[in-house]
């Protein structure tokens, strides 16, 4: 009786996962990204990183102080690694061309922060990355020190104090070719050469 039992459970098992495997490879599961990520989806995502950060994201506070320095350094970062996916001042206004084309959508920071969260789960997001979404892992190449200036940033977006938020306001998401405005006559070697002077051609390529 048991053994008929058990060769039963073992069956549907095997009938479950020969399914499974056809599944996958009928072109049935939706492999695109311009699209909404359904609500079963996205409550697996959320549940399973939700449980993820409580279990391991630090529960330290901040070690990098609330200074103007520590925070106009956090913009600095944010706009070197993170306003690509995350947007500049102008929030949902006027995201990048690689948001818009995410699945799932990186959140506009300015219009939709995280000032709630704590600095930690921030911590932890930045450094690990969430794993099937654009966020990647800067732990590769932000030192610890950098992601916790990363999170102060983050904490103190909606409240920065005034020579802050200049810099912040100024911050691009997307490279913007400038020189080729101002300079029509310029040849494409100079304009090339103005460039790599502002560091614009290495872009986000290096860490800081
Ligand atoms: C290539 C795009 C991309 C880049 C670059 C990127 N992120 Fe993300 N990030 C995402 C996406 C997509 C999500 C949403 C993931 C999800 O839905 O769970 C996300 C989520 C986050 C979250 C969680 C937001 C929330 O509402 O819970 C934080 C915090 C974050 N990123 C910070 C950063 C920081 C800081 C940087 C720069 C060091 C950065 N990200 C760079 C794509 C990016």
Known sequence: ??????????????????AAYALLHSGLIPANA?????????????????ATLS?????????????????LHGVQIFAQNCA??????????????????????????A???VEDDPEGYSFWKIKHGIRLTGMPSFGF????QQ?????????????????????????????TVEPYASNRNSSHDEVGNKLSQQGLESQG???N
């Open 205 to 207: 390529m290096h860490g």
């Open 147 to 175: 992601i916790w200036t990363l999170a102060l940033f983050l904490k103190h977006m909606d409240q920065l104090p005034p020579k802050v938020l200049q810099t912040w306001q100024n911050v691009k998401n997307w490279p």
């Open 111 to 113: 219009t939709d922060g």
């Open 141 to 144: 190449t932000l030192s610890d």
């Open 1 to 18: 009786m048991l053994k008929g039992i058990a060769a039963g459970v073992a069956l549907s098992l095997l009938i479950a996962l020969i």
């Open 34 to 50: 311009d699209a909404k990520p359904s609500q079963l989806e996205t409550w697996m995502a959320r549940t399973s990183l939700d």
């Open 84 to 109: 690509i996916c995350h947007g500049s001042a102008k929030g949902a206004a006027s995201p990048s061309p690689v948001a818009l084309g995410l699945y799932q959508k990186p959140p506009q920071l």
């Open 55 to 71: 279990r391991l994201a630090p529960k330290v506070p901040n070690p990098v102080a609330l200074t103007d320095e520590n925070l």
